[in-house]
């Protein structure tokens, strides 16, 4: 197309490309959740639908965008991970972040039917979004490692305040009696005033969500003599594993690769 006089405003645009080997990290999260979870009637404090709802969004994202090796989520939630050689949209940051908020507010709403079937959104559920680019592998994980300790302290928070809660105190008195404490004082709790084992709770809660590709083993079709052939392909998978220690990533050792 021929070049116009009114070209130049282009040269305004900011260049952001995101340094080169660096891995990069999206995280987005629901705006107004706590609202949001409200006026929807989630399932207080973790409702398994909308876990799943989350969840089968990042698996959706992996499709979209290849070059994501690795996602964690938890609660409104959602990290992905490129690779750090990653050349999608020449790394270009806004391009980045707002493709990744988008396409996850809009599969969102998309497929809320069907993990929602009997309630209507009864508004725009929408998600911000941040990126981060880390020059080392180790860092990469000691932000993960970050995320996963922060939902285990708000997970077992909530958990708490929320059997308080349900068992009749005022929001206020079940906040006065969680200051202060500490993970042995919320174990001790949940297991005197409730029966609750926190050990025992769905991984799902306690460690929250990751998304990765995996080997899987498949039958293709049977052979004339009856006999199965079978296919090793790449398959989105979601598991609830404790990513702070060294086990996961031994078993995964390609998840990361440099
Ligand atoms: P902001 O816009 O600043 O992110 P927010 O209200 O979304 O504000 P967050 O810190 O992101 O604040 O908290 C998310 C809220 O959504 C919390 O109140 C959390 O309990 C709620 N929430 C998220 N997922 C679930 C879920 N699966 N079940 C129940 N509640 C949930
Ligand atoms: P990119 O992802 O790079 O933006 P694109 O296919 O969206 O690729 P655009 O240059 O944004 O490319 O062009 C938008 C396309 O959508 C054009 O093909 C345009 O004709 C079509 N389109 C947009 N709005 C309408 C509309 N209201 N009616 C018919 N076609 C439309
Ligand atoms: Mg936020
Ligand atoms: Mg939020
Ligand atoms: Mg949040
Ligand atoms: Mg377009």
Redesign the pocket.
Known sequence: MANSKYEYVKKFEADDKLPPYNWIVVRI?????????ADQE???????N??DL?NSCAVSMMDQFPDIVFAYGV???YSFILKETTQFYQRRSSKILSLFVSYFSALYIFKWKDFFPHKALELPPFF?GRVVCYPKLRIVRDYLTWRQVDCHINNQY?TCFWMLVKSGKSVKEAQELLKGTQTKDKNELLFQQFGINYAKLPAIFRKGSCVYKDKVEETVKLDDTGNPIKRVRMKVTVGHFDIIGPKFWSEHPNILEE
Request: charged share 35%.
């Open positions: 999260d629901g705006c107004h959740f706590h609202r949001f979870t989630f399932e207080k404090p973790n409702d398994q909308a876990l989350m609660s409104d939630e911000d909530n």
